[in-house]
C-alpha cells in the first residue's frame, strides 16, 4: 500500500521568500510522483511529476522537485513566492503497475502568501 | 479543447434523490476515476476503471455507480443521496497511469 505525509496543513511565506512544501511517502515499489495545485473552486492542475527519470524535476510557475529516496521525499520548492501562488497544493504517488490504483493523495498544504 | 470534461459544475439536490455526473475524455487514455473530495479538501479515490477492469475502493457505499458506455466516458450514478455526499466529486484519466493524471474541474454537489 502506498501513503503520501504532507508536513504542515498550512504554510504561510512571505512574497518573495522561499517556498519549501514537504511531502514524504511510502510504496514497497519505486513509485511514481506529482505535485499538483488547486487554486480556489478550480480543478487540479499538475505542476511536476518524478516518473524514475531525473531525481530533480522542474515544473511550471517555476516550482521544482527533488526525489531521494533514501529520505523516501519528494519536497516541492520555489525560490521566490509570488503572490499567485496562495493556493492548495497535493503531493500524490502511485506504483508502476498501470494506473489501476490511481493516485493516493496526502492531505495537502495551504501555501499562503503575506505582501 | 478541454482534456477532461465533465457536467455539471454545481449540482443541488434533496435527500433520497437519483443524480448522475457524467464526465468525457478526448486524450486517448486508457483509464478513468472518480474521487471525491470532502470538505477538508481530502482526495481520496472513489473507482478507477479501464476497459478491463473495474476496481471499487472498499468504502464507497453501493449507492455509487460507475458506468462506461465507451472508453472516453465514465458516469456517475448516485442512488438514494444522503447529506454526506455533499462534495465535490472530480473525473480524471491517464495513460497507464504512469505519464500524468488529468482532472476536470469538478462537480460541486450539495445533498439538502
Known amino acids: 500500500a502506498q501513503s503520501v505525509t504532507q508536513l504542515g496543513s498550512h504554510v504561510s511565506v512571505s512574497e518573495g521568500a522561499l517556498v519549501l512544501l514537504r511531502c514524504n511517502y511510502s510504496?514497497?515499489?519505486?513509485?511514481?510522483l506529482f505535485w499538483y495545485v488547486q487554486y480556489p473552486n478550480q480543478g487540479l492542475q499538475l505542476l511536476l511529476k518524478?516518473?524514475?527519470?531525473?531525481?530533480l524535476v522542474k515544473g511550471i510557475n517555476g516550482f521544482e522537485a527533488e526525489f531521494k529516496k533514501s529520505e523516501t521525499s519528494f519536497h516541492l520548492t520555489k525560490p521566490s513566492a509570488h503572490m499567485s501562488d496562495a493556493a492548495e497544493y497535493f503531493c500524490?504517488?502511485?506504483?508502476?503497475?498501470?494506473?489501476?490504483?490511481?493516485?493516493?493523495f496526502g492531505k495537502g498544504t495551504h501555501l499562503i502568501i503575506q505582501p | 479543447d478541454t482534456a477532461v470534461s465533465q457536467t455539471p459544475k454545481y449540482l443541488v439536490t434533496q435527500m433520497g434523490n437519483d443524480k448522475s455526473i457524467k464526465c468525457e475524455q478526448n486524450?486517448?487514455?486508457?483509464?478513468m476515476y472518480w474521487y471525491k473530495q470532502d470538505s477538508k479538501k481530502f482526495l481520496k479515490i472513489m473507482f478507477s476503471?479501464?476497459?478491463?477492469?473495474?476496481?471499487i475502493n472498499e468504502t464507497v457505499p453501493n449507492r455509487f455507480s460507475p458506468k462506461s458506455p465507451d472508453k472516453a466516458h465514465l458516469n456517475l450514478h448516485i442512488n438514494s443521496l444522503e447529506l454526506g455526499d455533499s462534495a465535490v466529486y472530480f473525473c480524471?484519466?491517464?495513460?497507464?497511469?504512469?505519464?500524468?493524471?488529468?482532472f476536470g474541474s469538478g462537480t460541486r454537489l450539495t445533498v439538502v
Open positions: 480524471a484519466s491517464s495513460l497507464m497511469g504512469q505519464y500524468g493524471y488529468t
Open positions: 476503471y479501464n476497459n478491463k477492469e473495474l476496481i
Open positions: 486524450l486517448g487514455h486508457d483509464t
Open positions: 510504496s514497497s515499489v519505486p513509485p511514481y
Open positions: 500524490a504517488v502511485t506504483d508502476s503497475g498501470g494506473g489501476a490504483d490511481g493516485l493516493t
Open positions: 518524478y516518473t524514475s527519470a531525473a531525481t
